[in-house]
């Protein structure tokens, strides 16, 4: 769950970053359907239930 939640937490970041610099991300360009409100949600979302997950599961083996 950690792996899952390390790379959540980057594909978040990511998606927050691309459309600052004029970038689109491949991955997740269908999330723009809905409008630019719900869009930053998603990506929002994507994020916080990365880190959730990455620190819940940091110290488990």
């Known amino acids: ?3 899952l939640g390390l790379g959540l937490l980057l ?3 990511l998606s927050l ?4 610099l004029g970038m689109k991300s491949m991955l997740l360009t269908w999330i723009d359907q809905w409008g630019t409100t719900v ?3 998603i990506r929002g979302g994507i994020t916080l ?3 959730v997950l ?3 599961y940091r110290n488990r083996d």
Do not use: C, D
């Open 1 to 3: 769950m950690k792996e």
């Open 11 to 13: 594909l978040g970041l």
């Open 17 to 20: 970053i691309l459309p600052s």
């Open 39 to 41: 869009a930053w949600l």
């Open 49 to 51: 239930l990365g880190l």
């Open 54 to 56: 990455y620190l819940t």
